[in-house]
């Protein structure tokens, strides 16, 4: 109380103020913001302990405002140095206040005697001050002091500055060793030194002192100011309390007795006696005339009672007033949801006994998944209606329809149900395309193995068939009398009649042998005039070497009808007539040369091979009937030769995989091609090098094709033993596609080794057709 | 080459579908209040034709909507009902968090409710197209009508539904225009004629249902309010089309017998005559007490050749109408009551059950002028003389058949006959059950089995008259020749018949050999369809699930993947 007094003297009258409220807000504090000053003094307390090493970021945590505090009480210091004075006095006696709280006794904090260092007393405090102001001394010495309040203080948000620190050491918060080897450790106020007290206290000291001074406990090392502070008692006492969590104030009782504001018990007696207002025993004008209008407002009828519910919905003639037009656009869009589907005989409580599900079935039906099943429900069979359970499912299949109907995106698709016979192309009538062959009417038996070829004389008298058997047979067409056979030395490949009608020669070819022979049939005239026109050749007189060799038959042979044989190079395929029947081309199918085609004129006995050039495996070749072109088919083209101009005129592509057989309309602008892969390639050479038209009418290879002479008809011959006989109308008028139309499947022919019918030809004058099969026979269909 | 780029999905359908999420967002609603708006609306998703165009380039599976029927959805004023509902709803809880009970009564007064009507006439311009879609709208009223009232819906749409389906079932007694009855495992399938629209329900048997936890009755709930706000609305044109008074009143006489009787045993007024339109056996008041069903005759168009075939037409179904009329039935108490009461009605049938089994009966057992008692038992004890005793399934087949089928295949403890689905149309080529050959024969006027032994008979009496007259005469021989030749004339046709058949199908079968080869891919699969089908019937199932390849090109409706 002493300094407080002091203090109050020096200061004057505005800082006992200050005091007062000051002392005021410290014992608030002491009981309020305890926590706060607990903390801050056990954090003093390990800042104590740890004094040496302590470290600027701990004190920084606490004081962080002091720092800047202090920057701003350096700043200001020079400018105001009153104001300045003034706050600091007033921290003072904050400070002491607190130090001297209970016992308010300066006297306790008497310098300890082990202290020896402390050069001043606390009691000189005002006067060193004194002093600093007026710029005297040096005051280090009570700044120990001084500096432990500094951390101490807990309200620096109160004041907001920390102008009012007692700072005697300027350099702030710094970490002190800095100072280590400098003989002071800071600046005064007045910019002078403070030096470090001249002992240093080693180890040793430390430790007398320890053992030594009764004091020890209670000394605390303040670095600022290199100095120890003994605490006094009432600080000691301070201390353990506050470490035991009870309260700062010795004085203050925690238990006092609770007095309630409000009491709790209901008092019979109102609090106040304050007799009742005159303007509560007064009706209210306000309400008056709220409920006048209310009244008048039911008389009026305007205020009715609240109407009873409509519970039943009430329904009236919706579509009173029907309005076509009010059909919205959006109904053109609408997609009505397709109706539950009708049940069938299956979903009968008593279903026919097939419609029941056999044991099998039922096993299927549980063990398929729920969506695959097709019938959603197991057929069940009941003797009688009484018998019959409830659906189990019904439920479901209700609510699922109710989710198909929101649920499901719908879709306006159109199905186009082809009817099946519309699809069937409108032709006309077989019937009505007649003649054509319908039935077998002969079999010409004789032959012992398969016969690869026939011919039908211009005449179409008799017939020529070549067989694997080694013999060539001449039929007479109306009989089926076998006329001749005639024995050669291989199997037969190809026998051709001599077009030409004043011509009796019949080409034969067997292994590289082309044979032609004058069968002595017919007409006698035209017998010995055809040999006559071949002995007659007379040969010319330089002899050009020929790829074959021409020899005329005599003896016995020429009896038998041997007229010229050519002996080929290689096995000869083919031998073809020219219309005329004066050329004769044969084929002897080889990939590596060029030597596959040769073309012989009989009459002057010369054969010219009419290619140079190898183009692929010649299969078959054909003159054209009335202009001098050239048909070679290799396995997959047709190639048109101008044997005048010697140049290729056209390449027809025939989409087919091997070409077995060839034949020229004799108009001479169709073609059909018949090939191992099952088709029927008809070209119309006017149109394009494709085919016109493809028929698959067979199930297996065609071995041959031909065309009529006369009548819009070509045939096909397969190994599936039978011969497809077709209408081929071949307009003169150039925008009219030709019309193909199958009128007729002729069977017969027996299939023995896959093979089935190999030639076909027909009759040169009636609507006949013949064909040779691998079962060694010749039939006519008629 | 200047001008913008054009920005993909920016144009064409792209821009006509949106999906089901932004359509949710586009109108600020919940899914479910979405769902519900979409099944009273009657707004479904559609599929677009080009889904990876519509779907931006995504593949993703998604539900589309178009574009319209969502800008169309803007404008609905139920939708603010909808938002209304949901504020109601959170105060009602506040108020109920907050005990506040007044409060709670007050909302209570003030629930925000809606009515369809205005939907139902938007979604159905015309009275007919309201008909054409009442199949639905039956078949769920009847199922709910069946709900025991406890649970699952409350008990007011219970009771409307049952009421709606009362008047409806008094309607086609009315109209008498019932036409097919199928009963099925499912339950009974009724198809009746109205205003020229057939309309086909299926009621459930009357058990209690099991009701199953995967089904969404908030979404029957909704279908259902749908349906009875429709329903009620045709049930009252259908009244005033036929000039009875709705809603539907018993005739005044038929209404004192009842009254006289029953009176002290129901209590309650306003249950009672739901019950008592329920039984079916009296007839509705009218507006305009009128002559007893006057017919309308066709007018006589002088010059119409189809006269004949309407006149046929009508008068097979008015006899069809008078199926059972001025017979006299008794209803067993074992047998489902509401159904054959119900059809035996439609066809002018009386009927009448056991006192005890429910209000309405007219007669008793006792009464000497029954003609048929329906009884679904082995036997039963005291047998009067003078009536059938048959088995429910005789009313169905009869009334499918269109006559009064014989008796003595349904007699009691006789194994019944088959019990064919009246629905199936058989085309050629399918496969027809033998009972219904049968029934047709009979349909034809012949007496099936009866005939043939009959004409048996004959043969074997031309027979014995040919042996006789052989011995007795010689003339006969000439007529013997002449059958004779007759014979061979007739093998002779028939040979030429055969030819004519080969020739065609050989013409066919050319023909088929020039089909181009897609073509002939197509037919190829056509006829294996068709012989697959044929080949399933003779095996002998159902023959109506193969496609039907019809001769015209139809518009169908499909149901694509439902996104349950």
């Known amino acids: 109380m002493r300094t407080v007094n002091l203090e109050s003297q020096k200061t004057g009258t505005m800082s006992k103020a200050k005091e007062k409220s000051a002392k005021k807000r410290v014992v608030e504090e002491d009981d309020d913001q305890l926590p706060i000053f607990d903390k ?26 002091e720092d800047s505090g202090s920057d701003s009480h350096d700043e200001e210091e020079d400018a105001e140095e009153g104001d300045d004075e003034e706050e600091d006095d007033d921290e003072a006696v904050i400070l002491d206040e607190i130090l001297t709280k209970s016992s308010g006794v300066e006297t306790a904090t008497e310098p300890p005697a082990t202290d020896k260092n402390k050069p001043t007393q606390p009691d000189e405090k005002p006067a060193s001050r004194r002093k600093m102001k007026k710029g005297e001394g040096v005051a280090m010495d009570d700044g120990g002091e001084k500096g432990l309040i500094t951390i101490r203080h807990g309200d620096e948000y109160e004041h907001d500055t920390s102008d009012e620190e007692d700072i005697r050491n300027t350099v702030g918060n710094i970490p002190m060793e800095w100072y280590q080897d400098y003989p002071h ?55 353990h309390r506050l470490q035991k969590g009870q309260f700062g104030d010795i004085n203050f009782n925690e238990y006092e007795p609770s007095v309630d504001f409000f009491t709790n018990e209901v008092m019979i007696h109102p609090v106040t006696n304050r007799p009742q207002d005159k303007r509560s025993f007064i009706p209210s004008l306000i309400e008056k005339e709220k409920v006048s209008k209310l009244v008048h407002a039911i008389k009026m009828g305007w ?23 009010a059909i919205l656009g959006r109904h053109k869009m609408h997609v009505p949801a397709p109706k539950m589907r009708l049940p069938g005989h299956e979903e009968s409580y008593n279903p026919p006994p097939e419609y029941l599900l056999t044991e099998e079935e039922r096993m299927a039906w549980e063990q398929q998944d729920a969506e695959d099943r097709k019938l959603p429900f197991l057929p069940q069979k009941h003797s009688c209606l009484r018998a019959v359970p409830a659906f189990s499912r019904f439920i479901h299949e209700r609510f699922e329809r109710c989710l198909d109907l929101y649920l499901c995106p719908r879709q306006r698709k159109m199905r186009v149900n082809v009817n099946p016979e519309d699809l069937i192309p409108k032709l006309p009538k077989p019937k009505d395309l007649q003649p054509f062959p319908t039935t ?76 032609l022979l004058n069968p002595a049939l017919g007409d006698r005239l035209v017998v010995s005039s055809t040999d006559q026109l071949i002995t007659s050749y007379e040969p010319p007189e330089e002899d050009k070497e020929q790829a074959v060799t021409w020899a005329l038959s005599e003896g016995p042979e020429h009896d038998n009808g041997h007229r010229l044989t050519l002996t080929h190079p290689k096995a000869v395929k083919q031998v073809v007539w020219h219309g005329k029947g004066d050329y004769l081309a044969s084929v002897m199918p080889d990939n590596s040369s060029n030597l596959q085609v040769l073309i012989h004129q009989v009459s002057k006995r010369r054969t010219q091979n009419p290619f140079r050039k190898n183009k692929g495996l010649v299969q078959c070749v054909s003159f054209h009937p009335l202009r001098p072109y050239f048909f070679v088919a290799t396995q997959r083209y047709v190639r048109v030769y101008n044997l005048i101009k010697q140049e290729l005129t056209k390449k027809l592509m025939t989409n087919c995989k091997w070409i077995s057989s060839m034949a020229i309309h004799p108009g001479g602008d169709n073609l059909i091609c018949g090939s191992y892969d099952c088709r029927l390639a008809w070209f119309d050479l006017d149109l394009s090098t494709k085919p016109y038209k493809m028929l698959r009418h067979h199930k297996k290879a065609l071995r041959g094709v031909a065309y009529h002479k006369h009548y819009p008809l070509f045939a096909s011959g397969a190994d599936d033993g039978s011969v497809i006989i077709c209408h081929g109308m071949v307009y003169n008028d150039l925008l009219q596609n030709p019309l193909i139309v199958p009128v007729k499947v002729l069977k017969g022919h027996q299939i023995t080794h896959d093979l089935g019918v190999l030639d076909v030809t027909f009759h040169p004058t009636q609507p006949w057709v013949f064909s040779s099969g691998a079962d060694a026979t010749i039939r006519l269909f008629t | 080459m200047g001008g913008l780029q054009k920005k993909k999905y920016e144009r064409g359908s792209a821009t006509n579908y949106i999906t089901r999420n932004k359509a949710r967002k586009k109108l600020q609603l919940s899914l479910a209040d979405f769902r519900r708006l979409c099944i009273l609306k009657g707004i479904y998703p559609h599929e677009p034709k080009h889904k990876k165009k519509v779907n931006k380039g995504s593949t993703a599976p998604r539900t589309f909507y178009l574009l319209k029927d969502i800008r ?49 006439k938007e979604r159905y ?80 048997y009357q058990f209690a249902h099991d009701h199953p936890t995967d089904v969404d009755y908030r979404v029957m709930a909704t279908f259902t309010e749908m349906y009875t706000t429709l329903f009620g609305f045709i049930n009252f044109r259908l009244y005033q089309t036929l000039n009875l008074v709705y809603p539907p009143k018993l005739d005044s006489k038929a209404e004192s017998e009842l009254k006289a009787e029953h009176e002290e045993d129901y209590a309650m007024d306003s249950e009672s005559y739901l019950e008592k ?173 009866k005939i043939q032994e009959e004409e048996e008979e004959e043969d074997e009496d031309e027979d014995d008259d040919d042996d006789e007259e052989e011995d007795n005469d010689e003339e006969d021989e000439d007529l013997t020749e002449e059958k004779n030749l007759k014979k061979m004339e007739d093998q002779r046709s028939q040979g030429k018949v055969r030819l004519e058949q080969e020739e065609k199908a050989e013409e066919k079968r050319l023909a088929i050999m020039m089909m181009k080869k897609k073509e002939k891919y197509l037919y190829d699969k056509i006829m294996f369809g068709k012989k697959r089908t044929t080949r399933e019937g003779r095996t002998a199932h159902n023959n109506s699930w193969n496609g039907v390849n019809g001769m015209v090109s139809n518009v169908v409706s499909m149901w694509l993947m439902p996104f349950h």
């Not at chain 2, 004949?308 to 209803?331: H, T």
């Not at chain 2, 399918?430 to 089995?449: I, N, S, W």
Request: charged content about 30%; some cysteine.
């Open chain 2, 277 to 449: 339109l329920s039984a079916l056996s009296a007839s509705l008041a009218r507006v305009v007490a009128t002559a007893e069903e006057e017919e309308n005759q066709l007018d006589q168009f002088p010059a119409d050749g189809n006269m004949e075939a309407r006149e046929k037409e009508q008068k097979e179904q008015e006899d069809q109408n008078r199926l059972f009329e001025g017979l006299k039935f008794f209803l067993n108490r074992e047998v489902p009551r509401e159904s054959l009461a119900f059809i035996l009605r439609c066809f002018g049938a009386e009927v009448s059950w056991d006192k005890s089994l429910c209000i309405g009966g007219t007669y008793d057992v006792t009464d000497e002028t029954i003609t048929h008692q329906i009884v679904d038992r082995p036997d039963i004890d005291k047998q009067y003389i003078n009536r059938y005793y048959i088995q429910p399934q005789w009313v169905f087949d009869s009334v499918n058949a269109k006559m009064c089928l014989p008796v003595e295949d349904y007699f009691l403890g006789v194994t019944l006959p088959p019990h064919l689905s009246p629905f199936v149309e058989e085309k050629d080529g399918d496969y027809v059950p033998p009972e219904k050959l049968k029934l047709m024969a009979l349909q034809r006027g012949e007496k099936h089995g």
């Open chain 1, 303 to 325: 205020i009715k009672p609240r109407k009873p519910k409509e519970t039943t919905p009430q329904y009236y003639d919706l579509w009173a007033k029907e309005d076509p037009n």
């Open chain 1, 440 to 515: 077998m009417s002969l079999v010409y038996i004789g032959h012992t193995s398969l016969v690869r070829s026939i011919s039908a004389s211009p005449t179409g008298q008799w017939l020529v068939s070549g067989s694997d058997d080694c013999t060539v047979r001449f039929w007479e067409v109306n009989t089926g009398r076998c006329m001749k056979t005639l024995e050669v030395g291989g199997a037969v490949k190809s026998v051709v009649w001599n077009p030409n009608q004043a011509v009796c020669l019949v080409a034969v070819c067997f292994e590289s042998t082309v044979l």
């Open chain 1, 40 to 65: 801050d003094v056990t954090e003093k307390k390990a800042g104590e302990e740890e004094d040496a090493d302590l470290s600027d970021s701990e004190e920084s945590v606490f004081s962080g405002l």
């Open chain 2, 72 to 120: 169309f959805l803007l404008h609905e004023p139920i939708v603010r009902k909808f938002r209304e509902y949901k504020v109601f709803v959170r105060k009602l809880r506040k108020a109920y968090g907050k005990a506040e009970w007044t409060g709670v009564e007050r909302l209570r007064d003030n629930k925000p409710g809606y009515k369809l009507d205005h939907i139902i």
């Open chain 1, 185 to 239: 450790i800071g600046y005064n106020l007045d910019g002078k030194k403070i030096f470090k007290p001249i002992r240093n206290k080693d180890e040793l000291d430390e430790f007398l002192d320890k053992m030594e001074n009764p004091d020890y406990w209670r000394t605390v090392h303040d670095k600022t100011t290199a100095s120890d502070i003994r605490l006094s008692d009432e600080q000691v006492d301070l201390v």
């Open chain 2, 125 to 204: 311009p015309t009275f007919i197209d309201a008909l054409r879609d009442i199949d639905d709208a039956l078949s769920m009223c009847f199922l709910f009508s069946t709900f025991a009232r406890t649970g699952k819906c409350h008990v007011q749409t219970i009771t409307l539904c049952r009421r709606l389906t009362v008047e409806w079932m008094n309607y086609v007694v009315a109209s008498r225009s019932l036409q097919k009855v199928f009963i099925s495992i499912k339950g009974i399938y009724y198809q009746a004629d109205v205003l020229g629209q057939l309309i086909t329900w299926l009621v459930p």
